[in-house]
Structures are given as C-alpha cells and as structure tokens.
C-alpha cells in the first residue's frame, strides 16, 4: 500500500506559477513511476504529467507542454508538479497518482494509487 498526499495547491493569478508536491508514505517509492491528473468541474479527469521511477523518461499532456515540469526525490520519497504560465482552464482539482510502469501511464486503468487531490484555482 502506498498512502499519497497532495500540497501546494491555491489560487493564483493568471500567468503565476505554483508547484504541487506529492509526499507518498508505505512501500518503495522507487519503485512505482509517479503522475499527475486533474479534474475541472463538469469536466471529466484526465492525465497531466507523469515521470518514470528514475526520472529519466517524463511525457506531458500536449495543452501544458513547456510549461509544467514534474520531477521527483527519492530520497524524499516526493514528486513535484512546477506549473508556470498558468491559464484560467488549468483551474482543477490535482491528484498524484502511483503507476507500476510508463507503459499506458495516461490512463485512469493504470493507476495503482491516488492521492486526495488538491485544488488549484487561476484566476483571469
């Protein structure tokens, strides 16, 4: 089991940054590539970002491309989102997510573990 916490999110003006970690506790950490999907209200959720257990591989969800970066610390067992040049459509709830492998890393099916989500508002 690997239990995962979501911080850093807010509101924020258009344009700003903010970066969300993900804290996970339970078993390796290493071990597990890691992502990030978000839910905007009356929308469905969707995949974000994602990043391998060594951090050597990232893919991006094509509207945030060059614009957010997740990396992570395994020896803080933590992955990061870093969100820059935000827009009023990237107002969601954002969940870290827990993967046995890239391989279909973008869909909901391949996610071993949620977080709670946490809430990041942009506003116009």
């Known amino acids: 089991q690997v239990q995962l916490v979501e911080s850093g999110g807010g509101l924020v003006q258009a344009g700003g940054s903010l970066r969300l970690s993900c804290a996970a506790s339970g078993r390796s950490f290493s071990g597990y590539a890691m992502g990030w999907f978000r839910q905007a209200p009356g929308k469905e959720r969707e995949f974000v970002a994602a990043?391998?257990?060594?951090?050597?591989?990232?893919i991006y969800t094509h509207s945030v491309e060059g614009r957010f970066t997740i990396s992570r610390d395994n020896t803080k067992n933590t992955v990061y989102l870093q969100m820059n040049s935000l827009r009023p459509e990237y107002t969601a709830a954002y969940y870290c997510?827990?993967?046995?492998?890239?391989?279909?890393?973008?869909?909901?099916?391949?996610?071993?573990?949620w977080g709670q989500g946490t809430q990041v508002t942009v506003s116009s």
């Open positions: 997510t827990a993967h046995s492998s890239m391989l279909g890393v973008a869909g909901m099916s391949n996610v071993l573990y």
């Open positions: 990043i391998s257990w060594s951090g050597g591989n990232t």
